[in-house]
């Protein structure tokens, strides 16, 4: 896949698929011009993406605004910028999910509109004060959510209408009446009929609850009984042909529902034929926004990420045997090779490096197990991947940091 080449089309480009493949990307016209015009107003260019995902990550949070399954007029623009920013992120997810998902019929393109498609989620549990790139926790939350998308999809795909009205919760199914856009009266109306429904229809014959058949002539009729004795509306009784299309229209956005559509920038305003949804986004920010950016350097944030870190590794190695925490001192302090440790402890090499191996891999547990505690994050390779580096930049920081110390006690 071709890589953006600067800072702006990273913020203002989305990926474009043929067939399901990768063809380009496409740029967006207002928000070229959103960056174009922060930019200008820096004193100084800058092309750091941290600096700007935090920027648009500030002022998504200033506008109070979320990504909805189809945008709105009161989308901010920063939601928009940091979803281009995490096409790559969705793309690379999307076809490792794809290749490895057992089911071997579903499309990166289908992945990626998954994933795309829960940005706002993603936003949302993301906090760059923890420390962790946007980018890595996107990649974590996008890889979960598909997979479960994915999953649901296998069981609902082959579920009838009835056998999914039969599976979904009430819950989910106000969720997706209210997604589709009905009156609180009409969801009233359905959710009951969706009740009797369940209460009444019970297949004689044994069957898997997702190939469930449509209820008989006499289910229906009893199903109208018990909606009709229920709503207590006198001269105003609900036939069996109208609690079948309700339930229809039920199970249809119940499936609408699970497979939200994340449509394009350039899509049409609903009811015109020409005009984007981007031509109703908000402006760009208030000058204010931007000073506060600016002089905020995320010091006092990071520094707390830090601390929590270092707390948690140092009590981790605190609970390693003597033998361990001496390797480790010898190793990162001293900066000895393993062939030196084992020279000087008159043991094998190989019992180094296991020894070694094993200590971290406890260091390594701890600081994952905090990562999905507090920060709700799932241990996914590439997760740990980058855990494992924090951990390696952690011990050579901490270990050199104690030979100042050491130095500084030394008698002169």
Known sequence: MQTRQNIIEIFSTFLQFDADRFSGWVTDAKLRRSMLGCMSQLPQPETSEKYWVLYWYKERQFQGESLARSPKMSDSLGTWHLAAYLQETGYWVAQKTAANFS??????????????????????????????????????????????NLRQRGEVDICT????????????????????GLSSQAIASYVLAWNCFKAVYVPTQTVV??????????????????????SQRQGAECHPETLEKWLLSCAKAARDYLYPTFNSLNTP??????????ETLSGTESPSLL????????????????????????????????QAQQLLQMYYTQQLNQQQIAQQLEIQQYTVSR?????????LLALAQWSQNTLHISLTSDVLKDTSAVLEEWLKTHYSHLDTLTHREQPQ
Do not use: H, M
């Open 209 to 230: 609850s997702r190939k469930l058949p449509k209820p008989d002539t006499a289910a229906w009729n009893a199903i109208s009984t018990l909606y009709n004795y229920n």
């Open 161 to 180: 209408p009835w056998g999914l009205l039969r599976k979904i919760s009430q819950k989910r199914l106000i969720e997706a009446l209210q997604t589709a």
């Open 355 to 363: 020894r070694l191996s094993k200590a971290r891999q406890s260091l």
């Open 269 to 278: 305003r609903e009811g015109q034929d020409s005009g984007e949804f981007l």
């Open 291 to 322: 000073a506060e950016i600016i002089s905020q350097e995320e010091e006092q944030s990071r520094n707390s990420q830090l601390a929590e870190i270092n707390a948690v590794l140092v009590a981790a190695v605190a609970k390693l045997e003597s």
């Open 103 to 148: 089911s071997g019929q579903n499309t990166v393109a289908d992945c990626f509109q998954i994933a795309i498609a829960q940005v706002d989620k993603v936003l949302k549990g993301f906090n760059p004060s923890q420390g962790f790139a946007l980018k890595n926790y996107a990649s974590a939350i996008f890889g979960n959510l598909i997979r479960e």
